[in-house]
């Protein structure tokens, strides 16, 4: 194996849906002295991390329209060659995995030789929403698999979930992964130093037993309009068909074109806690587009029932009279 000066560090990092995994990797570059390339895992043909990921300028590559639960190899290895061919190549490769993602078909590609012979496994980090984590486990078990192989497990959200359920999190989170380091954050903030130079990965390595287990009834799918949105009929929405469905609608994340608002606004929502933020030095272009992913959901009716947001006016007027 070629030492490690001449191979590029790779980091895996992933978690279940919402964690906070683009959190960190936007954390790690703003603060780990060291330039990154970024690879990021997305389903659906519509890319969103790419565009939430900071300072990155041409260093990240998105692989969309993919499956919900992992990687193509081949798309994976042509992006890590990309990297590592650029002008500027970058002294370490964070990858981000879908969601739903099991990371053993990833670790074990990069451990592959003809892999392993440019690119140096580091670690896997798993984030945990500290608030989300029981019920996660419960009701897909992707994460537990998730868990499994971590080499740093980030009990993230600390501020959501309060200290009592940031201890029991802790306690399950070693349960499933003893050998870890667990080391908790709000916002995904921890020490770069517990999270690179692992090298976790210098011995060998064999997943466990493999289950290929999913959540049923898993869906994804993308919502676009054309014109800005009336922002009360647009809450009106949010409360009917994302925040009154916890159960069902997982993770929502997308951008917003809203009238009265020049920029673009991010949207995120984890079950039922959401973020819309502005975003400074934008200008939206009138259209909206919108990741969902969820359980049992009926993309037709979604699909209707945002379209319908067009029938109201973008005045300040609400399906009620006015606002
Ligand atoms: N209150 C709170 N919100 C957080 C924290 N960490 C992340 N978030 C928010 O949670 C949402 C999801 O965070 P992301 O970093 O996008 O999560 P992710 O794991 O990359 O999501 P997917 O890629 O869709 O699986 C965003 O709105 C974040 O701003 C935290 O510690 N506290």
């Known amino acids: 194996m070629p030492p490690r000066h001449d191979r590029i560090p790779v980091t895996v990092i992933g978690g279940f849906l919402g964690s906070g995994k683009t959190t960190l990797l ?35 590559t998105e692989l969309t329209g993919g499956c919900l639960y992992c990687t193509a190899r081949h798309d994976l290895v042509a992006a890590l060659v990309r ?4 002008t500027r190549p970058p002294n370490h ?33 798993t984030v945990v929403d500290a608030r989300n984590l029981h019920h996660t486990l419960q009701h897909h078990p992707e994460a537990a698999l998730q868990l499994a192989y971590a080499n740093v497990t980030v ?53 466990h037993g493999h289950t290929h287990a999913h959540t ?42 809203l009238h009265g608002i020049p920029e673009r606004v991010t949207f995120q929502a984890v079950r039922d806690v959401f973020t819309a933020d502005v975003m400074p030095g934008t200008r939206h272009d009138g259209t909206s587009h919108l990741v969902l992913i969820g359980r049992d959901l009926n993309a037709q009716e979604y699909r209707e029932a945002f379209h319908a947001l067009h029938r109201w006016p973008t005045g300040p007027t609400t399906p009620h009279g006015r606002a």
């Open 93 to 125: 490769i964070l990858v981000e995995l879908s969601g739903l993602a099991d990371p053993a078909p990833v670790l074990q590609t990069l451990l592959t030789p003809d892999v392993s012979a440019v690119f140096e496994l580091d670690g896997l980090i």
């Open 216 to 257: 049923p009834g898993l869906t994804s799918f993308t919502l676009r309009t054309h014109r800005p949105l009336n922002t009360p009929v647009w809450e009106r929405f949010l409360h009917t068909y994302v925040l009154s469905r916890p159960g069902d609608v997982l993770r929502v994340k997308g951008f917003l074109a």
């Open 83 to 86: 990297l590592a061919t650029h």
């Open 26 to 60: 936007n954390h790690l570059i703003r603060t780990a002295d060291r330039t990154f390339g970024v690879i990021v895992n997305e389903f659906g043909d519509q890319g969103i991390d790419g565009a939430l990921i900071q300072n990155l300028d041409d260093n990240v």
């Open 155 to 207: 009990i993230n959200k600390a501020d959501l979930a309060g200290p009592d359920l940031v201890r029991q999190t802790c306690r399950t989170a070693l349960q499933l992964a003893p050998l870890a380091r667990t080391v908790t954050g709000t916002h995904s903030r921890v020490h770069a130093g517990h999270l690179l130079n692992l090298r976790a990965f210098c011995g060998p390595w064999r997943p």
